[in-house]
């Protein structure tokens, strides 16, 4: 991030995105065998550059755009967040399973 800057992958990483998200829509148009192998690589492609991009640049403003009074607090709900659906998810995917086995 020291090297490009975080506005320059934020807002070329959102651009990136977008031409993928087209491509990904211009490809409902086609007809074939292979427009589901192109949309799904495209949706891959798309899966990367926010991996690489707007990922891990949101952590970080977060973190730098409230004011100090706000950070501790920001900071705790966002923190509170993810617990909160990390412990859905793993009940979720217990009760599924549950259910699938009897």
């Given at each position: 991030m020291q090297k490009y800057g975080r506005r320059f992958?934020?807002?070329?990483?959102?651009?990136?995105?977008?031409?993928?998200?087209?491509?990904v829509g211009a490809t409902g148009f086609g007809k074939g065998p292979n427009v589901a192998w192109a949309s799904g690589s495209l949706l891959i492609v798309f899966s990367f550059l926010y991996q690489f991009t707007?990922?891990?640049?949101?952590?970080?403003?977060?973190?730098?755009?409230?004011?100090?009074?706000?950070?501790?607090?920001?900071s705790s709900f966002f923190w509170r967040r993810f617990c909160f659906q990390t412990t859905q998810r793993t009940l979720a995917s217990e009760i599924t399973d549950c259910r699938t086995r009897t």
């Amino acid at each position: 991030m020291q090297k490009y800057g975080r506005r320059f992958l934020y807002l070329w990483g959102l651009v990136g995105m977008m031409i993928v998200l087209v491509g990904v829509g211009a490809t409902g148009f086609g007809k074939g065998p292979n427009v589901a192998w192109a949309s799904g690589s495209l949706l891959i492609v798309f899966s990367f550059l926010y991996q690489f991009t707007v990922g891990p640049v949101c952590y970080c403003l977060v973190a730098e755009i409230p004011s100090t009074r706000l950070r501790a607090k920001v900071s705790s709900f966002f923190w509170r967040r993810f617990c909160f659906q990390t412990t859905q998810r793993t009940l979720a995917s217990e009760i599924t399973d549950c259910r699938t086995r009897t």
